[in-house]
């Protein structure tokens, strides 16, 4: 497999026609946010006679509006000055700071400890769900420019999540007997070798770990590098790996990133799931609404028609999250909304499994129910699918109405207060700043 990034990505740019102007963009972005793809994206799903406006493109490939115009002018000097490559990397750096490369409390909430020490590349925000990063699968097969795991892959030791030794899940989940679900994360497990994998998974299907009833997979693969599951030299060794868990007893969940329709055409994705499937795994898709890539309610419903024909199970609609290019990809919770409610008016009911917009807030996952006037007042109607406080789980709650908000910390309670009824200790920790 070919990857191509920093200068094999702006010599794959040139070779396919973009104009000098562009590489220039290109070279300042990807100072600052990591870029990547492999020949699979670049062959087979771009389509480069509408580049930049294509897509998959505008999903892979820098663009100069991803990074604040302040930022961007700072990058382009040093550049534009022949600044050395520590100094470029200095300033890289400290804009990289100003990007939020760890929303929703990830390193302040989520991080476990063990014996009193900080598990690093475990997460535990929700009581049944645990999250693993094995460092050995801390890259994928090619980025997003969405992500907002790219504090992953910037090569900054202090913002990367990885944990090396099994034995620490393991001996975590041993002291959380309410775990039910390992979701390993990353990056992207799939990137790794089938007996990495195994290192990782065999311990739970261990009768000890019987409290583990779902392993999920989040993963890019299918779309990025579907010959993962089909032509790789160890694709077979996986498959059997995912049917050794279900043999065992283990609902395998496989959480496939499909951003846009096309990455769901190919003959070889298609195979890719039908293989997947037959193991007894389960694939679900999820993504974000992407400003200048899925923002079309009729691309959200042609793409979960084609799921549903696959077998594929509609899962969530998340709103682009506060970090990295959020500013680039974001998209007001009203358009949100909007986009949402005529792509679920466009398919059958078996493709409205899909449940969104869903904001991955600090407190938990918000889903944004319809906008109402109550007592005279406009207000979102926001319920709590997830949370870090079980308490709050199914809870609706209101928000003042703001045509403009795009992320959970712009919104203000509306009607007096998110939860009337709750303590002022337990709201504190889910309140956006200046909320009270």
């Excluded at 055409?265 to 499937?277: D, F, G, H, N």
């Excluded at 990809?329 to 949100?336: D, E, M, N, S, W």
Aim: glycine content about 8%; charged content about 20%; hydrophobic content about 45%.
């Amino acid at each position: 497999m070919k990857f191509f990034s920093h200068e094999r990505l702006a010599g794959l740019a040139r070779d396919r026609g973009m104009p000098t102007t562009y590489l220039r963009d290109l070279r300042v972005v990807s100072a600052v946010l990591p870029f990547r793809v492999n020949e699979y994206v670049a062959d087979q799903l771009i389509d480069w006679s509408a580049a930049p406006d294509d897509p998959i493109f505008r999903l892979t490939f820098p663009h100069r509006d991803m990074l604040p115009p302040e930022m961007y002018d700072t990058i382009a000097g040093l550049l534009d000055r022949g600044a050395s490559r520590e100094v470029v990397r200095k300033a890289a750096a400290e804009a990289q700071t100003l990007l939020n490369p760890h929303p929703g409390d990830q390193l302040e909430a989520n991080v476990p400890t063990l014996e009193g020490r900080q598990l690093h590349g475990l997460q535990h925000k929700y009581a049944e769900t645990v999250l693993a990063f094995p460092s050995q699968g801390q890259t994928c097969h090619a980025y997003c420019g969405y992500c907002f795991r790219w504090a992953q892959f910037v090569g900054v030791a202090e913002l990367r999540q990885a944990l090396r030794d099994p034995a620490d899940l393991t001996g975590y989940l041993g002291t959380k007997p309410a775990v039910t679900d390992v979701l390993f994360t990353g990056g992207d497990p799939m990137i790794m070798k089938t007996p990495v994998l195994r290192r990782w998974i065999d311990p739970l299907l261990d009768p000890a770990m019987e409290q583990v009833r779902t392993l999920r997979f989040g993963t890019k693969a299918l779309a990025y590098w579907p010959d993962r599951f089909v032509g790789d030299d160890d694709a077979d060794d996986l498959l059997r790996l995912f049917e050794r868990c279900v043999a065992a007893g283990r609902h395998v969940a496989v959480m496939a990133h499909f951003s846009h329709p096309r990455e769901l055409e190919s003959p070889l994705v298609r195979k890719a799931v039908a293989r997947i499937q037959a193991t007894g795994a389960l694939i679900r898709s999820q993504a974000p609404l992407i400003g200048h890539v899925n923002d079309d309610a009729a691309v959200w419903a042609r793409m979960w028609q084609q799921q549903v024909e696959l077998g594929i199970v509609p899962y969530y609609m998340f709103v682009e999250r506060d970090t990295g290019a959020r500013s680039y990809f974001g998209v007001p919770l009203v358009r949100a909304l909007d986009i949402y409610t005529r792509a679920v008016r466009g398919v059958s009911g078996l493709a409205r499994s899909a449940r969104g917009p869903v904001m991955s807030a600090a407190p938990g996952k918000v889903v944004v129910d319809g906008i109402s006037t109550i007592a005279g007042e406009r207000v979102f109607s926001l319920r709590m699918l997830q949370a870090r406080d079980p308490e709050l789980v199914g809870r609706q709650f209101f928000a003042a109405y703001d045509s403009t908000a795009e992320w959970f910390d712009q919104l203000r309670p509306a009607l007096g207060s998110w939860f009337p009824e709750q303590p002022l200790s337990r709201m504190l920790p889910l309140l956006p700043a200046g909320a009270l």
